[in-house]
Structures are given as structure tokens and as C-alpha cells.
Nanobody, 123 residues
Framework: QVELVDSGGGSVQAGGSLRLSCEAS????????MGWFRKLPGKGREGVAA???????SYGDAVKGRFTISKDNTKNILYLQMNGLQPEDTAMYYC?????????????????WGQGIQVTVSS
């Protein structure tokens, strides 16, 4: 049974940093596209970043230069290092998985999802 478990969220002041983790079980996530999404208050989910099976990364425009996606294939864990956090980054963050990273920002293409973790940034 495939399971993705998000962790590492919390509250931080503007300019601060957080690192999110997504632990995968039930399959080897190194062969898949892994992504991070977020749901802002009153809006739909948006793609934050993705990493493919080769380690190539993609980022949404809102987080480029501030967030870094990475993975530890030995531990089957996906990470999102978030630096320079701003109040507009406040959202529920989710990790997700699909077979490849073509069209990565499209949430409908993802098969598996974490439960979500709240990130709150205060000004």
C-alpha cells in the first residue's frame, strides 16, 4: 500500500525558513516524479516544485530562488527547503507522486498524495 506522509510544517516569521519532509512507503519513489503543491486560502492547489527520477528539478515562479526540492533515495524521503518565507507562502502543503514529470504543475496527473501539512508565515 502506497503512503506519503508529510511533516515539518509550522509557524515562522517572515524571512524565516522551514524544511518539509515527505516519507514514502509501499513503493520506491526514486523511479517516480515527486512534487510539492500548496493550497492557499480561498484558492486551488498550485504546483510548487517537482523532481524527477534523474534529479532534475522544476519550480513555480512564486518560489524560484527561495525553495529547493530534493530527495534522499536511500531513505525514500522527499524534502522541500523553504527559505525567505513570506506571508503569501502561508498554505497547506502537500507532496504528491506520479510516473513522470511531464506537465508537473497539473495536480490531476498525480496518483498519490500526502495528507498535507500547514505552513503559516507571519509578518
Amino acid at each position: 500500500q502506497v503512503e506519503l506522509v508529510d511533516s515539518g510544517g509550522g509557524s515562522v516569521q517572515a524571512g524565516g525558513s522551514l524544511r518539509l519532509s515527505c516519507e514514502a512507503s509501499g513503493y520506491d519513489h526514486s523511479n517516480y516524479c515527486m512534487g510539492w503543491f500548496r493550497k492557499l486560502p480561498g484558492k486551488g492547489r498550485e504546483g510548487v516544485a517537482a523532481i524527477d527520477s534523474y534529479g532534475s528539478t522544476s519550480y513555480g515562479d512564486a518560489v524560484k530562488g527561495r525553495f529547493t526540492i530534493s530527495k534522499d533515495n536511500t531513505k525514500n524521503i522527499l524534502y522541500l527547503q523553504m527559505n525567505g518565507l513570506q506571508p503569501e507562502d502561508t498554505a497547506m502543503y502537500y507532496c504528491a507522486s506520479k510516473t513522470n514529470c511531464m506537465g508537473w504543475p497539473d495536480e490531476l496527473r498525480y496518483s498519490y498524495w500526502g495528507q498535507g501539512i500547514q505552513v503559516t508565515v507571519s509578518s
